[in-house]
């Protein structure tokens, strides 16, 4: 039996997931095709790019949680095409195969790790370098910097730039993504005012939190460590048997 925590985390993503395919849904009906040339204002394009920057990150942590590469691909490809309802369902999927003993012990840690019984396979993984992740996600800020000038620059507060409909829907699709985002950072930070600031800044400036954060932890691992180990906090990485896992 599930624990309420894990019952309540359910019926959020199950919601936030039916709220984005309703959003589509009703997108799709009364405005038509995203895919038209009408519909790329400035925010818009800002947008996008924002929610496909954190569409990398979710979709690293993917690949690493599906030990097979076919399954990871199958996710992954469903993410870019249908991000948000795919992390909602992902989300869902990862909280519906907890134990029962799992549902009762810390959440976190059982929905981030890979299932330890696809350790055998781990262990033929070429360890990632940490080096090259730094890089990946330094670019992606500078690019989300740029991103943010050209926001500005193009006066987004105007309210004929949240038009059309396409722009809304958007914002939801974006904002289910970052509240999975929101959520590993308040995990991952010891302080309470820590996890407050990177979460306002993620939920007001989109992934020029994100990437600065995940770099900032890339910092914070020892030479020699695979950068997965940034899922966890640091009191959480010596778990009984996910030193076998990493190594």
Not at 185 to 191: C, I, L, Q, T
Request: with cysteine; charged share 15%; hydrophobic share 50%.
């Amino acid at each position: 039996m599930a624990s309420s925590a894990v019952i309540g985390w359910r019926i959020l993503f199950l919601l936030l997931g039916c709220t984005l395919v309703t959003a589509l849904v009703y997108t799709v009906a009364t405005d038509g095709s995203p895919f038209r040339q009408q519909i790329l204002s400035p925010l818009m394009v800002v947008t996008v790019i924002d929610l496909y920057i954190s569409i990398v990150a979710l979709a690293t942590w993917i690949s690493y949680k599906e030990a097979n590469w076919i399954t990871s691909t199958i996710w992954i490809v469903f993410l870019v095409c249908f991000s948000g309802i795919t992390t909602s369902a992902y989300i869902l999927w990862q909280l519906w195969q907890l134990s029962s003993q799992e549902s009762f012990d810390d959440i976190m840690y059982h929905v981030l790790i890979r299932n330890p019984n696809k350790v055998g396979m781990e262990q033929h993984r070429k360890q990632s370098n940490v080096m090259i992740a730094k890089i990946v996600f330094i670019v992606l800020s500078c690019l989300m910097a740029v991103n943010l000038v050209y926001f500005f620059s193009a006066a987004p507060f105007r309210i004929e730039f949240f038009t059309p409909s396409w722009m809304v829907t958007t914002l939801i699709d974006f904002y289910i993504d970052a509240t999975v985002l929101s959520t590993w950072m308040f995990y991952k930070e010891e302080s309470w005012l820590s996890a407050f600031f990177w979460i306002v800044l993620l939920l007001s400036f989109g992934s020029i939190s994100t990437c600065p954060f995940i770099v900032k932890e890339l910092f914070k691992l020892k030479s020699g460590d695979p950068p997965r180990l940034i899922l966890l906090k640091p009191s959480h990485r010596s778990k009984e048997g996910y030193e076998q896992i990493i190594q």
